[in-house]
Nanobody, 118 residues
Framework: QVQLVESGGGLVQAGGSLRLSCAAS????????MGWYRQAPGKQRELVAA???????NYADSVEGRFTISRDNAENTVYLQMNNLKPEDTAVYYCNAKHIIQEYLRYWGQGTQVTVSS
């Protein structure tokens, strides 16, 4: 019903920047809370940033002040601007959509690799 496709990952030097994009299929994009998660090898998947249908945002402590999540409802796209990247940011980054009413309806993208070298 909802397909999410991430893009924008790659290899970057520490201190550099990347912008991830998540393109969502279908209509009613605005009734989903959108989030970015990441998973490093051997670690649990963790929430990086989230944005509600109303535009409220929250961030993991480790990225606050460096990352910015935004959404363009007209284009059905969510972005994650990542600045001042650190080696510990290296992970596969996943886009997530959660229905604001039926919260059990959650969808995941396939992920995009972000590698930060020192």
């Amino acid at each position: 019903q909802v397909q999410l496709v991430e893009s924008g990952g790659g290899l970057v030097q520490a201190g550099g920047s990347l912008r991830l994009s998540c393109a969502a299929s279908g209509r009613l994009f605005s009734i989903y809370t959108m989030g970015w998660y990441r998973q490093a090898p051997g670690k649990q998947r963790e929430l990086v940033a989230a944005i509600t249908s109303g535009g409220s945002t929250n961030y993991a402590d480790s990225v606050e002040g460096r990352f910015t999540i935004s959404r363009d409802n007209a284009e059905n796209t969510v972005y994650l601007q990542m600045n001042n990247l650190k080696p510990e940011d290296t992970a596969v980054y996943y886009c997530n959509a959660k229905h604001i009413i039926q919260e059990y309806l959650r969808y995941w993208g396939q992920g995009t690799q972000v590698t930060v070298s020192s």
